[in-house]
């Protein structure tokens, strides 16, 4: 069995070729020609930390893919990384495991940086004067990252708990171009961006429905598991549209969960990522609508990476 490491994957990753491949994986999500089954989650509530296990085969490929991701979140007061993670590939003829992938797990936050890139794409509002981030890890800074593909703004307003955390990350961002502010006030972040990312483990919410403007686009993608929740239930349901990644997931632990089971959305357009992408154009019909994009993670943008990262290898 071949065993492949992160400085190897880092090495090939080329964004566009691979959005490419998540796009394709979505479409095929949503034409159910993928076999997914449920994701196993841990919780260490006495760590801090979670485990989801996922799996996928894409009909047709030669390989499926098995993944498991960690998230410690007290790990960096240790000098240790939040994220942890390996995948696995096998034939689909044979059963044989083919490549081990330790990737410490920067496949999992590469692809749902992507993930993040394709949802604006979809549906942020077409003039963005800022973009703001909420969290200071490595997945804000890929999310940022990503988003300089999508629109010309280079303005970011970046929201931590931590102030020496929001200076590195203000670092990083002037590093990619950026003309930065930083705050510990949401709100005041929310009043000045026109898209936002939500990037946090947090259990409770940061956004709220006052915070958003008109016009405003979110991406969530840190309520990944049951508990988990960055955005207010009221917030949720002033969405004019709300795009998911499968709302299988989402209605049961997902940013727009507890909306969802009071009936809140009887009344607002849900629609799939993949199906988004298969009717093409824009998820927003008007430049003021409040849009919102819940991201928790589906086995075939694992199954997709890695299928891009080994056709390169």
Not at 32 to 51: E, I, K, N, S, T
Not at 87 to 109: K, V, Y
Not at 110 to 135: D, F, K, S, Y
């Amino acid at each position: 069995m071949k065993t492949v490491n992160r400085r190897q994957i880092l090495e090939v990753f080329d964004a566009d070729s691979l959005t490419l491949l998540q796009k394709e994986g979505f479409i095929a999500h949503s034409q159910q020609r993928v076999q997914q089954p449920p994701v196993q989650h841990f919780l260490f509530a006495q760590a801090g930390g979670d485990c989801c296990v996922k799996s996928a085969w894409l009909e047709g490929d030669e390989q499926f893919v098995i993944k498991v991701s960690t998230g410690f979140y007290r790990n960096p007061a240790q000098g240790l990384a939040s994220n942890q993670g390996l995948m696995m590939a096998f034939s689909a003829q044979t059963g044989e495991p083919q490549t081990l992938l330790l990737d410490e797990g920067w496949l999992t936050a590469l692809r749902t940086a992507l993930a993040g890139r394709i949802a604006a794409e979809l549906c942020a509002p077409p003039n963005i004067q800022a973009i703001g981030i909420i969290g200071c890890g490595m997945q804000a800074r890929l999310q940022l990252q990503q988003l300089k593909a999508v629109t010309a703004c280079r303005e970011a307003w970046l929201w931590g708990r931590s102030e020496p955390a929001l200076r590195a990350f203000r670092r990083d961002a002037e590093a990619e171009g950026f003309r930065v502010q930083v705050t510990q006030d949401a709100a005041q972040l929310a009043a000045h961006c026109q898209l936002i990312v939500t990037t946090t483990p947090s259990r409770e919410p940061i956004l709220q429905a006052a915070d958003i403007r008109p016009g405003t686009h979110i991406t969530a993608v840190g309520a990944d598991a049951d508990g988990k929740q960055e955005l207010a239930t009221n917030l949720v349901a002033k969405a004019d549209v709300i795009v998911v990644d499968a709302l299988s997931q989402c209605s049961q632990y997902g940013e727009i969960a507890t909306a969802y089971r009071q009936g809140l959305l009887a009344s607002t357009p849900i629609v799939e990522l993949g199906a988004a992408l298969r009717q093409g154009g824009k998820a927003r019909s008007d430049p003021q609508q409040i849009t919102l994009a819940d991201l928790t993670g589906l086995a075939i943008q694992d199954a997709q990476i890695v299928k891009g990262i080994l056709a390169v290898l």
